[in-house]
């Protein structure tokens, strides 16, 4: 796979076993496809771990004792291949075109380094 385009969407998630479907749902269903997604469960004590159960084909899990969600950031960028890195918390979701318009950004501005919302 050429990875020069891949965006790695790392979410952080403690305890969020209620909503991180929604969020890793709202990836799936972008209009970019060339991403991969990395769950950093950080020390999680409810049923996170179950609940990814069904998202383990389309997601690189992984668990880390609790440590906080800049170590869980780091922990998926550490894991990521992708030359973009995108975060999305667990507990929020994306609008379907959300990573199209920023790699279209990307392509038509390629001076810029950086972009959010």
């Known amino acids: 796979m050429n990875n020069s385009g891949l965006v790695?969407?790392?979410i952080p998630s403690h305890n969020n076993g209620a909503f991180v479907?929604?969020?890793i749902e709202s990836v799936l269903a972008q209009?970019?496809?060339h991403h991969e997604i990395l769950v950093v469960?950080?020390?999680s004590t409810d049923d996170t771990r179950e609940t990814l159960k069904p998202y383990r084909d389309k997601i690189t899990y992984i668990f880390q004792d609790n440590r906080g969600p800049a170590v869980a950031r780091n922990q998926g960028i550490r894991h990521s291949r992708g030359a973009y890195?995108?975060?999305l918390d667990a507990d929020d979701v994306?609008?379907?075109d959300k990573l199209d318009r920023q790699m279209q950004f990307f392509r038509e501005h390629k001076d810029v380094g950086l972009v959010f919302g």
């Open 21 to 23: 479907p929604q969020a």
């Open 85 to 87: 890195i995108a975060f």
């Open 31 to 33: 209009s970019y496809r």
């Open 8 to 10: 790695s969407v790392v």
């Open 41 to 43: 469960d950080d020390g």
């Open 94 to 96: 994306w609008l379907e």
